[in-house]
Nanobody
Framework: VQLQASGGGLVQAGDSLRLSCAAS????????VGWFRQAPGKEREFVAA????????YYSKSAKGRFTISRDNASNTVALQMNSLKPEDTAVYYC??????????????????WGQGTQVTVSS
């Protein structure tokens, strides 16, 4: 599975962004997908994840209520809709695939494939 994240940019606090993760490979539809982010000088942290079917989602406390993860297996894409962005959301955002499929996990080491990351910058 190869992943490509896109959609980042520079926005103001309160704005919205929609990140997209495009994947290649038939097995993508059987993997869980997670979004993580990493700010300068900080560890990579979990943001959201979705099961292979899209039936179950899981969010970090900071993302819950503001971000929505979704997927379209027909087009091999996973989206992260981010609303009410805050300066503390500034980071490089990565999508990743987990062969567990139906289990949602929030630790980076569970994820076998990673995209290259897309920068999100939120100004105050």
């Amino acid at each position: 599975v190869q992943l490509q994240a896109s959609g980042g940019g520079l926005v103001q606090a309160g704005d919205s962004l929609r990140l997209s993760c495009a994947a290649s490979g038939r097995i993508f539809s059987r993997t869980a997908v997670g979004w993580f982010r990493q700010a300068p000088g900080k560890e990579r942290e979990f943001v959201a994840a979705i099961t292979w079917s899209g039936g179950t989602t899981y969010y970090s406390k900071s993302a819950k209520g503001r971000f929505t993860i979704s997927r379209d297996n027909a087009s091999n894409t996973v989206a992260l809709q981010m609303n009410s962005l805050k300066p503390e959301d500034t980071a490089v955002y990565y999508c990743a695939a987990d062969y567990s499929g139906g289990i949602l996990r929030d630790k980076p080491y569970f994820y076998e494939h990673w995209g290259q990351g897309t920068q999100v910058t939120v100004s105050s």
